[in-house]
């Protein structure tokens, strides 16, 4: 063409985030790590993440998890010969993403290599995964959490434990016996009951010993490609818990009939589907009768993991976000210089920062060797940090989307599958009311709240107020049970205390005096961009920058 009439020149629009190191570059989970992590483990876990961090953040492995959302699952029910498969097939862009997420032990590290400070470390690991992509930790997340249930059962632990802790991922669709690692689901809803598992009507036939056969419905089964499920049925002693596998112990197909999968808001590389059980075998777990007890030992890990998971997706946004901004102009001026810019673009930081400061807090809290008051501790902070970690992701990626503007509304930025995932952590293993009763149940017991208490008074004094919000929180924590319909409010303001009390301790100055004004201050609204004035915006944002703005 000749060039007097070309239409325009390209200018003024950001590079890709690509090709850098993304545990490198975050210094709020270095700082995190550093206060979490047991002394003697601190560098060889600095050495292990960093190499994580540079292999998620190439550009590679970015459109890996990309070209996994576009070519979603399909469903293969039968073969050619009419016979049922009942097999799920993935675009090879989701087994590799698989495959790294088992080479760096994100579904059993803790578990095979149970030193002081493994589950800190692989939260850590966990956090950076996510964002590249979350789909594929459903089934890391469900093996992570079936591991120590399965600990119980003597004869399911020798023959299936060593598969869950390699990490040498095998996609093959064979029985476990010839493979090199397997992969855990779970089954719990039905189309009746929803998050009322009680209300389940799948029946649990006794054949011998600890064998049964199931007869009923899942209306959620997830990641249904997985080698074996927990499964919750109603046996003649009531709700139980089994595990079901795949292949039946001759090695034929399990009379799990796969109906179809869900066509979901996000969440599109993973397989969610609906199947029937034609008396298909399975092995009770636990005691019958105790079905919601043994698979909540599952489900405990599964939502430290959605915590974990909305803190990584938070991160992503907020890199996209700052990175944009550092090379974009609006008015004379780069984005990131722009007043209004500036107070959204920290606030952001601030919100991302304590969200990873509370997941690696409540990580440590899960580790065989920690503080006597942190098996308390975790009981009540498990799932108020999944009520509001979640709660803020979806509010939190549009924020950040926003920020870019229509570059971040389109599907060539990874902002909008960010923006679908971040709703399913705050619904998987219990949306928000169910995570406040949770929090209000474990507040039955003193224990609980002392230990909340003890752990926010380790900050006592730091801030004028941030000591009166705990001492109204206190008075609130004796009443907790007193008003069921203030569940919501008293969860939120224990995450916040909490996330404030770790922000005192390992945080910058300026950090914890952002937080404490703005998250604890009574007229506090929630959105994002109302720091106030004299706020120190530009440490924040030049703290969470994911590289330096070219």
């Known amino acids: 063409m000749n060039p007097s009439f070309a239409s325009h020149e390209v200018f003024n629009q950001s590079s890709p985030l690509e090709d850098y190191n993304l545990f490198t570059s975050n210094r709020p989970l270095a700082d995190g790590l550093e206060f979490n992590l047991p002394a003697q483990r601190l560098e060889a876990a600095r050495a292990r993440l960093a190499a994580i961090g540079a292999e998620m953040g190439k550009?590679?492995?970015?459109?890996?998890?990309?070209?996994?959302?576009?070519?979603?699952?399909?469903?293969?029910?039968?073969?050619?010969?009419?016979?049922?498969?009942?097999?799920?097939?993935?675009d090879p862009a989701w087994h590799a993403l698989l495959a790294l997420a088992l080479k760096y032990g994100l579904h059993s590290a803790p578990w095979s290599d149970p030193a002081a400070g493994a589950h800190v470390e692989r939260a850590a690991a966990y956090l950076l995964f996510s964002e590249v992509e979350t789909g594929v930790l459903c089934p890391v997340t469900m093996t992570f959490g079936a591991a120590p249930a399965l600990k119980s059962d003597a004869g399911l632990a020798s023959t299936w434990l060593p598969g869950l802790y390699?990490?040498?991922?095998?996609?093959?669709?064979?029985?476990?016996?010839?493979k090199r690692s397997a992969l855990i689901g779970m089954g719990m809803t039905e189309k009746q009951g929803g998050s009322d598992v009680r209300a389940n009507t799948t029946q649990a036939v006794p054949v011998a010993g600890r064998d049964y056969k199931l007869v009923g419905h899942k209306w959620f089964f997830s990641a249904p490609m997985c080698d074996a499920f927990l499964?919750?049925?109603?046996?003649?002693?009531?709700?139980?818990c089994f595990f079901m596998p795949r292949f039946t112990a001759d090695g034929q197909l399990n009379a799990i009939r796969i109906q179809r999968l869900k066509d979901k808001l996000g969440n599109r590389s993973n397989a969610s589907s609906e199947v029937e059980?034609?008396?298909?075998?399975?092995?009770?777990?636990?005691?019958?009768?105790?079905?919601?007890?043994?698979?909540?030992?599952?489900?405990?890990?599964?939502?430290?993991?959605?915590?974990?998971?909305?803190?990584g997706l938070m991160r992503q946004a907020l890199a996209q976000a700052l990175s944009n901004a550092a090379q974009r102009s609006a008015f004379g001026k780069r984005l990131v210089d722009q007043p209004l810019m500036m107070n959204v673009l920290a606030d952001l930081a601030l919100e991302s920062e304590a969200a990873t400061a509370l997941g690696l807090r409540l990580?440590?809290?899960?580790?065989?060797?920690?503080?006597?008051?942190?098996?308390?501790?975790?009981?009540?902070?498990?799932p108020a940090a999944k009520f509001w970690v979640c709660k803020r992701g979806a509010h939190f990626a549009q924020e950040a989307m926003e920020a870019i503007g229509g570059n971040g509304y389109v599907e060539e930025s990874v902002l909008p599958r960010?923006?679908?995932?971040?709703?399913?952590?705050?619904?998987?293993?219990?949306?928000?009311?169910?995570?406040?009763?949770?929090?209000?149940r474990a507040l039955r017991k003193a224990d609980a709240a002392d230990a909340v208490i003890a752990e926010i008074a380790t900050a006592q004094g730091s801030h004028a107020a941030y000591d009166r919000f705990c001492v109204s929180l206190r008075e609130r924590l004796a009443n907790a049970n007193e008003f069921e319909s203030a569940g919501r409010r008293l969860t939120q303001d224990i995450a916040l205390a909490v996330q404030a009390?770790?922000?005192?301790?390992?945080?910058?100055?300026?950090?914890?005096?952002?937080?404490?004004?703005?998250?604890?201050?009574?007229?506090?609204?929630?959105?994002?961009g109302t720091l106030a004035p004299d706020a120190p915006f530009a440490a924040l944002i030049e703290r969470a920058m994911p590289v330096s703005p070219p």
């Open 59 to 90: 550009r590679e492995t970015f459109a890996l998890g990309q070209t996994a959302n576009r070519r979603v699952p399909e469903l293969k029910t039968h073969d050619r010969s009419g016979r049922r498969r009942d097999e799920v097939e993935f």
């Open 166 to 178: 390699s990490r040498d991922y095998d996609p093959r669709f064979v029985p476990i016996r010839d």
């Open 231 to 240: 499964v919750l049925a109603q046996a003649p002693n009531g709700l139980s």
């Open 277 to 311: 059980f034609h008396e298909a075998e399975a092995t009770l777990l636990g005691e019958e009768g105790r079905g919601v007890q043994t698979i909540l030992e599952m489900g405990v890990y599964t939502r430290l993991d959605c915590a974990l998971g909305t803190a």
């Open 363 to 382: 990580a440590r809290a899960y580790e065989p060797h920690a503080h006597a008051h942190d098996e308390s501790l975790r009981r009540v902070l498990t």
């Open 418 to 440: 960010i923006y679908r995932e971040m709703p399913l952590n705050s619904i998987w293993e219990g949306a928000g009311n169910v995570m406040c009763l949770d929090v209000l």
């Open 501 to 528: 009390s770790l922000l005192a301790r390992h945080a910058p100055r300026f950090v914890f005096q952002a937080f404490v004004t703005s998250r604890l201050a009574a007229n506090w609204s929630g959105a994002f």
